[in-house]
């Protein structure tokens, strides 16, 4: 993830979920630059986390929003949980 000097922030927020995961892209206060839901049928936290990684190299996020799953309350499947996880660690990749 990039920092941009003179540039508003931009943010990727990703919500997995049991059919794929929602997504949106902001930008600024009130810019919404793209937004959408991928859905996979096979290997679902293999070819979402491999979309996400596209996502991230197309829009450079200088933020990434997840939901944090281990609060109180959360319901979120194991599955999902771990995908959460492999996102996070994709990120910090990225931001190296």
């Not at 995961?21 to 206060?29: C, H, L, N, Q, S």
Request: aromatic residues 6%.
């Amino acid at each position: 993830m990039n920092y941009r000097p003179n540039r508003e922030i931009r943010v990727l927020a990703i919500d997995p979920s049991t059919r794929g995961f929602g997504y949106a892209v902001i930008e600024g206060r009130e810019s919404l630059i793209d937004w959408g839901v991928k859905e996979t049928k096979t290997d679902k936290n293999k070819r979402s986390l491999k979309t996400i990684a596209d996502l991230i190299e197309q829009y450079e996020p200088s933020i990434l929003v997840l939901e944090n799953y281990a609060r109180k309350g959360s319901r979120r499947c194991r599955r999902v949980a771990q995908l959460i996880d492999e996102i996070s660690n994709l990120a910090k990749q990225s931001a190296r």
